[in-house]
């Protein structure tokens, strides 16, 4: 287990939590003297994550007070147990973040006149022409994704709007607008998303999906929220990067895992990797990322890219779950799935 490097916070987290939060926001302010701005974050949402589920603990307490369910107070402490361990597990997740990426703030580089309104091809890896667009489906989804020819003006930038729609028996899961920037070196920068989940109440009539909740929404530039890159113009094995970044609410990094894959190129990747599709399109050159995120500690995803239509694949191999391309529009290849 990483121990934190910060004697001070150590202190103050250990003896006086309360405390610990005012110190954490002193810290972090002076992070330049310190130079541990991103451990510091660490500890300071390990603070916001246990003050929340202490509220969530007195809010199900007064819930289960107004209910005739005996049982309802045991579930509430147990849930509040469950989220003491989340919380400590996102933030050692956080921790070995720092050991990949630094200490020094998480602060990207932003300047409108790195930036273009043309969206024609650019990254080979994530083509952004409006009308694009992309099925895959698994794990008993349909996930279909389309350029818009739409922009949205993003702190500066004029970015592109992609729809990602999820469905499950047809009918909406998840609705997202995601916003894309697109650099003049090629890389793709995430600049926010509107992600609307979808659900069922039990006992409507009639039963139809409504609108449950818009976490994981963010948007560079408002409340904190910063943008990150969603894939390089050259990507190459062993980079590490941060491509969204709102704190406890969207922290998806990625890592490249080869930028030269191809069926049996690599064991691991090959394992519930379809032989036919990598065959199909990848020649030595496809891109392979392991996405996650320290909010999700623990949950990984493969992610396979390859020039010319982009991603193609995506494995979770704690479970072996695929979903895959079964129809694009981009390519030649488009045809042969």
């Known amino acids: 287990m990483r121990i934190s490097r910060s004697p001070h916070l150590r202190r103050h987290l250990a003896l006086f939590p309360g405390l610990a939060l005012f110190t954490t926001l002193l810290l972090v302010g002076t992070a330049t003297s310190f130079a541990t701005a991103c451990e510091d974050t660490a500890d300071a949402m390990l603070l916001s994550c246990l003050h929340e589920g202490k509220d969530d603990f007195w809010s199900g307490t007064g819930i289960c007070l107004n209910g005739t369910d005996g049982r309802c107070q045991r579930g509430v402490r147990k849930e509040q147990k469950a989220m003491k361990r989340e919380c400590r597990a996102q933030r050692e997740a956080r921790l070995e973040l720092c050991d990949d990426l630094g200490e020094d703030r998480y602060d990207p580089p932003w300047d409108p006149d790195d930036f273009t309104d043309d969206f024609s091809g650019m990254n080979p890896y994530f083509p952004l022409e409006v009308g694009n667009f992309w099925v895959l ?7 279909t994704i389309e350029v818009l020819d739409q922009t949205k003006y993003i702190d500066g930038v004029t970015c592109i709007v992609v729809r990602d729609l999820v469905t499950e028996d047809d009918e909406d899961v998840e609705d997202t607008d995601d916003w894309y920037g697109q650099a003049t070196n090629g890389d793709v920068h995430y600049c926010g998303e509107l992600s609307r989940d979808f659900v069922y ?51 998806d990094v990625a890592e490249v895992l080869s930028h030269t894959y191809s069926f049996g190129s690599d064991p691991d990747l090959d394992e519930f990797a379809p032989a036919g599709l990598v065959n199909l399109l990848c020649n030595g050159d496809c891109v392979v990322t392991e996405d996650s995120s ?36 981009m390519d030649a290849r488009c045809d042969m799935l």
């Open 137 to 143: 489906e698994g794990g008993g989804e349909t996930i």
């Open 201 to 251: 109440v039990e006992g409507d009539m009639p039963l139809l999906r409504e609108l449950f909740e818009i976490e994981g929404s963010f948007k560079a530039g408002r409340d904190g929220d910063k943008p990150g890159i969603l894939m390089f113009s050259s990507p190459m094995t062993g980079q590490k990067y941060r491509q969204e970044w709102s704190l406890g609410n969207a922290e």
């Open 294 to 329: 320290p909010h999700d500690p623990g949950e990984v995803e493969y992610k396979y890219y390859t020039p010319g239509i982009g991603l193609f694949l995506e494995v979770k191999p704690e479970d072996g779950e695929v979903v895959e391309l079964v129809e694009c529009n």
